[in-house]
């Protein structure tokens, strides 16, 4: 049976059509510029609150500014232009004069008043709307038009306090719903499996009458999601990773030059054989949504999620014929590359030896508290996450990320190394998986107050891993100390000096190994005027313990290494992660003379490798906007090539082998270079 048009990496775009750009609007040339950007597949506005198409239902309201039938138009455009068509639908909300005539399509507060997203009613998924009129929309869909898939948009069970949101909650969990701003585990777990079984239900659906169509659930940041469920639950996972300027004020969003990368690596764990779809705004505002994203942000991104393996979904407010086309010929250029270049996007395998544990338990339950940015102010699992991968590109070790709940012994086949960055909420089963595989000989790194709580955020009274045999005990504050740096290879790699800077939290309440550590505590010293700011003895806590389990090794970092590096950038935690990481990993399969401002993402092909080279220098007080253009530099692949092509024109570069290792020069980075080494 062949693969699905949607296995592989697809050029998606999507305009976000207002419905008065309905007026005169041609679909011919909506199609037109899709494919000016190298857009194979176009996310096409749909149905639900605002149909763009001549419905027969009440339950959604023609776009009054429609003339004729604008769905049928295109996607009828498109077929002849050989593009994919995808229905965005959005039943998550109504329209405020269906309240009074539908109430019970609605979600409630406790006082019975309706809630509102941007000014619209949320629909409540177990009433009428979702479970009754949502399929008579497909219905009407899949009779009247031939299309390709469907996008969910904002797809997620709102809370809901009505008689039968109450009554439903109940049944299910034996529990009331909690109060608003209350967060509990048993009800957050019944909308996250309410969901996965309505989109299954909903896939079914669809699939039933169109096979080869895909289905897309998406949520900006997936309230209310079990992340493998729901990947399972939908044909592809789908995530935002828009990155703009001014994020989004109802619902601050992770903000950070690794976000493509991170969901495009967590999708290919989970779902090995589907090409994640990944949507970049261009909008550098997102409340106002008008004002253009600078052209170097947003290739930067979008190269970023292709490195990975992704398919990239640009989404343009209007038409690219608006009032801030600054970025328009970016990314007319970099869809043309996109489109010349498909092949080498097709068939990437990792090479990764180290995977990254991403943990939506400890992000739920443990310090973020369910904030998907994080807290500054208190650090958990995101910014310990954050840091840790920071910390792997700039020691140039590609990765894995693996999404928690759900852990299998096959997902670390090749890897060498786990690193466990704050996984503060570890579930048993998860810990069974990882346990036997350490005994296996792999070698587990785990930081901060990894295994405290269960996957609930229960404080756990017996260690959750036999591999690393030990609570983390309480914290303390370690502001104002250092560790001492005893072990004279990695005093060597640390130029000589005899101590690191500490600060934030260290867990003391562990066994120490039997080994002697390379890490102790001194201070922390409370008087650091400069004329007494002296660094003296006795060292006492380890801030870095190894333990043998079976033929493998667990080495227990209990501080917040990750986090520090990531609001920091301590240049000596990263040398700290390379000395643990060689003796088990190797050494990195990528080394080059370029500075920290260059990230290198390496992934096997079938006819060799593909080596990506994007460049992070700009302005260093403020987020990435437009990339300095960095002087030559030399790269060393671990490679078996003889031959080299700079894929951004085509030409040859000069290669030489080195025993094992692959030596090209690149003169000049841009945004980003792209290399297929054969």
Not at 168 to 197: C, F, H, K, N
Not at 220 to 237: K, P, Q, T
Not at 338 to 357: C, T
Not at 525 to 532: G, I, K, L, T
């Amino acid at each position: 049976m062949a693969a699905p048009w949607w296995s592989e990496p697809v050029r998606f775009f999507q305009h976000l059509l207002r419905e008065e750009d309905a007026d005169g609007l041609d679909p011919e040339r909506l199609i037109a510029e899709a494919r000016s950007v190298g857009a194979a597949a176009y996310i096409v506005m749909g149905g639900g609150f605002s149909a763009w198409y001549p419905t027969a239902l009440s339950s959604q309201r023609v776009n009054p500014h429609l003339r004729g039938d604008f769905l049928a138009a295109v996607t009828t455009a498109a077929r002849r232009a050989g593009v994919k068509t995808i229905l965005r639908m959005d039943i998550s909300k109504g329209r405020p004069e269906w309240l009074e005539r539908n109430p019970d399509w609605f979600t409630r507060t406790p006082t019975g008043a309706p809630n509102l997203i941007w000014e619209m009613p949320q629909t409540c998924a177990t009433g009428p709307y979702w479970q009754v009129e949502n399929f008579a929309i497909l219905e009407e869909l899949l009779e009247g038009y031939e299309f390709d898939g469907l996008f969910y948009n904002y797809l997620n069970v709102g809370r809901c306090y009505c008689a039968r949101c109450q009554e439903i909650v109940a049944t299910a969990t034996g529990a009331d719903i909690p109060a608003p701003g209350r967060r509990e585990p048993l009800y957050e777990t019944w909308r996250q499996s309410y969901l996965a079984s309505y989109v299954r239900k909903l896939k079914a659906c669809v699939h039933e009458r169109n096979p080869a169509a895909v289905v897309i659930p998406y949520h900006h940041v997936r309230d209310g999601w079990r992340y493998r469920s729901m990947a399972d639950a939908g044909d592809l996972v789908s995530a935002q990773v828009s990155n703009p300027l001014v994020v989004n004020p109802v619902d601050p969003q992770p903000q950070w030059n690794h976000w493509a990368a991170e969901e495009a690596l967590a999708a290919r764990a989970v779902k090995p054989g589907a090409a994640p779809v990944l949507i970049q705004t261009g909008s550098a505002f997102f409340a106002s949504r008008q004002t253009a994203m600078p052209a170097g942000r947003i290739v930067r991104n979008l190269i970023q999620a292709a490195a990975h393996g992704a398919s990239t979904a640009p989404a343009v407010n209007g038409t690219l014929q608006q009032d801030d086309p600054r970025a328009v010929p970016a990314l007319r250029r970099l869809g043309r590359y996109f489109e010349s270049n498909a092949s080498w996007y097709r068939g990437l395998r990792s090479v990764a030896r180290i995977a990254l544990i991403r943990s939506q338990d400890s992000l739920d339950w443990g310090a973020d508290q369910g904030r998907p940015a994080g807290d500054p102010g208190r650090p958990g699992h995101v910014a310990e996450f954050r840091g840790l991968y920071e910390m792997l590109v700039r020691r140039r070790y590609p990765c894995d990320v693996i999404p928690d709940g759900g852990l299998r012994p096959g997902d670390f086949e090749r890897h060498a190394a786990v690193i466990l960055p704050a996984v503060s909420c570890l579930g048993g089963e998860d810990a069974a998986v990882l346990d036997e595989w350490v005994a296996g000989g792999g070698c587990l790194i785990a930081t901060a107050d990894t295994g405290g709580a269960a996957a609930d955020g229960t404080p756990r009274r017996v260690p959750a891993l036999a591999c690393l045999p030990s609570l983390p005990g309480r914290s303390r504050s370690i502001f104002g100390g250092y560790f001492e740096v005893s072990d004279p290879t990695l005093r060597a790699r640390l130029g000589g000096i005899p101590h690191i800077g500490a600060d934030g939290e260290l867990w003391t309440g562990a066994p120490e190994s039997t080994a002697a550590s390379e890490l102790r505590l001194l201070g922390p010293f409370r008087n650091n005027a400069p004329e007494f700011a002296l660094v003296r003895g006795p060292a006492t806590d380890p801030g870095f313990m190894r333990f043998r389990h079976g033929r493998g090794s667990a080495v227990w970092l209990p501080w917040r290494i990750g986090a520090l590096f990531h609001f920091h950038g301590i240049p000596d935690y990263a040398d700290l992660l390379g000395y643990v990481l060689e003796p088990t990993v190797g050494p990195p399969p990528i080394r080059s003379d370029a500075s920290d401002a260059v990230e290198f993402i390496l992934y096997g092909h079938p006819l060799g490798e593909v080596l990506h080279i994007l460049n992070g220098a700009a302005n260093q007080t403020k987020a990435l906007v437009e990339t300095t253009p960095i002087a030559g530099f030399t790269i060393r692949v671990r490679s078996k090539a003889n031959a080299a092509t700079l894929l951004n024109d085509g030409t040859p570069l000069p290669l030489e082998r080195d025993g094992e290792d692959a030596v090209l020069g690149l003169d000049r980075l841009e945004t980003f270079a792209a290399i297929a080494l054969t």
